[in-house]
């Protein structure tokens, strides 16, 4: 077996190995960067609908879910999505905002891949593909990593930097491999699941759910104090659409989410005046003017809401337009991370420092990317913490 000696090795040509491997390398170590995937920043390239939403000019901790809710604010308060966006204006990709501060390239997420590929080459990083990680010990001068696939050697370095990600995805290679390694050195691991993932129903309302598969609605949802406005979308597995996918990450088992639809309008107000109006026209065609038609006939149906506008008292559509701002819902559970674009908790932040990325104790390893207890609400966070932390190490090391 081949024997060689880095200074650094990276685990996972993600996102945050790619970032982390340009910064070490240009500040003249000698890195080494592998994948067990054929092609780096696999999901990169499936981001976004296939234009990866790579950040979001609003990135703060607050956009962040994990044990420390500080613990992200060091390395995103020093990388900025000004400096990634520098970055790829630099390498003229053409990218525009879509929506909340998320950020889109014009034309393809492979764009950024091969910005993050050219820049790795040209600080002089060594990337392997195809590559297995079979063992890393530590010892006196730091690691040694056995790697197995096409190009098996066994190599030294002083750093060793865990960028695998999560769980989400399997069928894209996902393993959860960081987990083990932060539990053979002794660091903790905090409760993982999947999160920005639809949510799924007992049979009993899933059957309703099926007759209106495809319909979106704006809504704000809730779980607990948590709250989102964005779209829901009902499918023939349940929920999905973005505010779905936001509140999944917060919503526990038992654990009820509301939704309140068309959180900016009055539904009360425009039913009472659709009723002075025309009398006699249904609630179930007065809703249909309100929301989607295919809703206002599910709901209405539901519910038990017949007869006309002018037969229904105030008070009773003041109680309609009062449910439907707070509809509640009991998700049985997720899709899991079959379709989770994320997985929450991961390496307990307490075990890292945070200006680095290195564990406290253990000189020389790093954990950097979606590996560590913080995970990002949709739109772009989620990236632009794989930046930051990428950043972060490769500047420390
Ligand atoms: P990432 O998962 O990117 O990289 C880990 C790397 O490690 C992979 O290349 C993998 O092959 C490799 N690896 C894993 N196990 C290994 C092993 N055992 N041996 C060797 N290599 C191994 N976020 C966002 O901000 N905007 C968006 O638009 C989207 N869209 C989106 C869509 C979909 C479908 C998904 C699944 C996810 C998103 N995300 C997102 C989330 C985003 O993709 C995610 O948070 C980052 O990719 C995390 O970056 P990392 O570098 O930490 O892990």
């Known amino acids: 077996m081949r024997r060689e000696t880095f ?149 030294r370095c002083r750093q060793f930097v865990v960028a695998c990600g999560g769980k989400s995805i399997p069928k894209m290679g996902a393993t959860g491999l960081g ?53 829901l979308l009902f499918t023939h597995r349940g929920l999905s659409g973005p505010a779905i996918l936001q509140i999944s990450s917060y919503w526990r088992e038992t654990q009820p989410i509301r939704a309140a639809f068309l959180p900016l309008t009055d539904i009360g107000a425009l039913l009472c005046a659709a009723k002075r109006e025309n009398g006699r026209r249904s609630i179930q065609t007065a809703l249909g003017e309100i929301l989607p038609k295919r809703l206002a006939t599910y709901m209405a149906g539901k519910q038990g809401w017949g007869g006309t506008l002018g037969e229904t008292s105030d008070r009773k559509l003041a109680e309609i337009a009062g449910l439907l701002r707070n509809w509640e819902l009991y998700p049985v559970g997720t899709e899991g991370y079959r379709t989770a674009e994320v997985t929450l908790g991961g390496v307990d932040t307490a075990c890292i420092d945070s200006r680095t990325m290195e564990t406290k104790a253990v000189p020389g390893l790093y954990f950097i990317g979606e590996v560590v207890d913080v995970t990002g609400w949709l739109g772009g966070y989620n990236f632009q913490w794989a930046w930051a932390s990428g950043w972060a190490a490769g500047t420390a090391i």
């Open 7 to 155: 200074d650094t090795v990276i685990l996972g040509a993600g996102a945050a190995g790619m970032m982390c491997a340009i910064h070490a390398a240009a500040r003249g170590g000698r890195v080494l960067i592998l994948d067990h995937a054929r092609a780096p920043g696999e999901k990169i390239r499936i981001s976004g609908g296939g234009r990866c939403n790579f950040t979001n000019l609003g990135a703060s901790a607050r956009n962040f879910i994990s044990g420390n809710p500080h613990f992200a604010k060091s390395a995103l308060g020093r990388y900025t999505p000004q400096h990634f966006i520098a970055l790829i204006e630099k390498h003229g990709v053409a990218y525009h905002e879509k929506t909340l501060g998320q950020l889109f390239c014009d034309h393809s997420s492979r764009d950024i891949i091969a910005l993050l590929v050219k820049e790795m080459a040209q600080a002089g990083c060594e990337m392997r593909l195809s590559t297995t990680l079979e063992r890393v010990e530590g010892d006196d001068a730091g690691f040694v990593v056995t790697l197995g696939g096409e190009r098996a050697a066994t190599v």
């Open 179 to 231: 987990y083990q390694i932060a539990r053979q050195f002794g660091l903790a691991v905090t409760e993982t699941r999947p999160g920005l993932v639809p949510l799924t129903f007992g049979e009993d309302v899933l059957s309703g759910f099926r007759e209106i598969a495809g319909v979106a609605a704006n809504v704000r949802i809730s779980c607990g104090k948590a709250a989102f406005e964005e779209a």
